[in-house]
Structures are given as structure tokens and as C-alpha cells.
């Protein structure tokens, strides 16, 4: 049997509390394994602290973190379905890898384009391209304007590729209007709009709904999908992370939606 993406959380004002709490928990968990007759696999295990530049920068020493007497190795990177998450949450090595993945279907669309119609073109452009735009959007958004223009350059090109458009400014944004197509911001805002939705009437899983509160959620279909009364609270960011994490800007983005 094989449990992947299995993952403990701990926090902790020291390395010390960080260990301490870690260490207890794997135990529990390879104490139950073993009672099972599973075990952890040895490669994959691994650990990552995530905090801020100075924090990080500034450890004396990496905590000592041990199952069954094996150490652990630290990490700086590590990847969750599919996500990869630094020890910054800068999002700066994930965007990297996937702008990689995103040139690497837009090489396979322009070299497609001289042998099929534009609809062909478009549906290879959504299967190989589009879905890495979207995926997990909602939480790795807001990246900040120089990744959000990165990645913007490409869906602009795979749209210039696609018209047969020339590469100049003027024909980027032509060639997403000839197509129908909305910009990667603007999507990104739909989507985690939508999960908003979702997190309110209570259609989303219950790790997301756990971590918002709202006064009053109005589930009939009599009333307007938005009002006054649906309005969540909104917590004071006192970090970055807080600011730049959908517990923040998703319900700033659902209260400043209009009631209409």
C-alpha cells in the first residue's frame, strides 16, 4: 500500500518547539504504520521549514528531525500534488518550472500549425497549455507583477501563433480579442471568484470552509447569490503571507464584489 503526498504540519516560535513537536507526531504515525504493517519509504522522506528570508537566513542550526533513528533531510523545495512550494512561499521556482512546461506545448503548437485547422490548434493549445495556467490558481495567486507578466507573455504568444499574427505589441492583445480569450489575471480572479462561491454556500471541501467565518450564509436559491449578509470577515494581514494568501485576498475579492 502506498500513501503518497502525505504530509505534517507543526508551528513553532524555535527550532527547538519545531523538533520537539515533529519528532512526536512521525512517531505516532510510524508507531500506527507499524502496526499496519506498512512503513514509511525512506527516499521520500524529508522535511522543510518555511518562513521568512531574515528567520530562515538566520537559523543557528537546522532541527533534528528522526524517524524509526533515521534523520531527515532538509529541503528548501518541495513538491505537493503537483505544486511546487519553497521555504519562502515566494512561488518564484514554481512559476520557473512552469513557465517551462507552458513554452514547452507552445513549441508543440507552432510546430503543429502548418499541418491542422485553428480549432485543432486550440484544443491542443487548452490540453497541453491552459491547464497549467489554471491549476491551483486560487492558491498561488497573487505572484506578483513580474511572474503574472511572465506568464502573461506566453498566453500572448501561443495566442500570436495561433491567428498567424506578427510579433509586434499591437497584434498580443488583437490575437487574445480574435479569439475569445481572457487574460491569465482575469481568469485567475474568476476562478478563485468562484471558489468563494463555493467556500460560502458550502459546496467546497471542508479544509477550505473551516478556515473562513461569516456571519450569515444564505443557501436558498430565493435570495440574491450576493448581499450584505454574506459578507465575510475580513482578518487584519500582519504578514505578507497572510496579505498574499486566498484567507486574505479571497474574501477581500468576495466583499468588494458588487451586490448586483
Not at 487548452?126 to 486560487?138: G, I, K, M, S, W
Not at 479544509?207 to 450584505?228: G, L, P, Q
Amino acid at each position: 500500500m502506498f500513501a503518497d503526498d502525505t504530509t505534517l504540519t507543526v508551528c513553532g516560535k524555535s527550532t527547538h518547539e519545531i523538533s520537539s513537536a515533529l519528532n512526536h507526531d512521525l512517531n505516532n504515525v510510524n508507531d500506527w504504520l507499524m502496526a499496519n504493517r506498512l512503513c514509511l519509504n525512506l527516499s521520500k522522506r524529508e522535511y522543510m521549514l518555511i518562513g521568512s528570508r531574515h528567520s530562515i537566513n538566520n537559523l543557528v542550526d537546522n532541527p533534528c528531525i528522526s524517524v524509526d533513528g533515521k534523520l531527515l533531510n532538509r529541503v528548501i523545495v518541495t513538491e505537493s500534488l503537483g505544486i511546487h512550494i519553497d521555504q519562502f512561499l515566494s512561488w518564484d521556482f514554481y512559476i520557473e518550472k512552469l513557465t517551462k512546461k507552458i513554452s514547452s506545448g507552445i513549441g508543440a503548437i507552432s510546430r503543429l500549425k502548418p499541418f491542422v485547422c485553428r480549432n485543432t490548434l486550440i484544443s491542443v493549445y487548452n490540453a497541453l497549455v491552459q491547464t497549467y495556467f489554471d491549476y491551483c490558481c486560487e492558491v498561488w495567486d497573487p505572484i506578483g507583477s513580474v511572474l503574472s507578466d511572465k506568464l502573461q507573455t506566453l498566453q500572448h504568444r501561443a495566442a500570436r501563433i495561433i491567428m498567424g499574427y506578427p510579433n509586434e505589441h499591437g497584434c498580443l492583445e488583437a490575437a487574445l480579442t480574435a479569439l475569445g480569450w481572457k487574460t491569465l489575471k482575469e481568469r485567475r480572479f474568476e476562478s478563485k471568484a468562484r471558489l468563494m462561491y463555493k467556500i460560502i454556500h458550502g459546496f467546497a471541501p471542508t479544509a477550505f470552509t473551516e478556515i473562513f467565518s461569516s456571519a450569515s450564509v444564505v443557501r436558498s436559491h430565493d435570495y440574491n447569490i450576493r448581499n450584505s449578509d454574506m459578507k465575510l470577515n475580513l482578518p487584519f494581514p500582519k504578514t505578507e503571507y497572510l496579505k498574499k494568501s486566498i484567507n486574505f485576498n479571497g474574501v477581500k475579492l468576495w466583499n468588494d464584489l458588487p451586490i448586483e
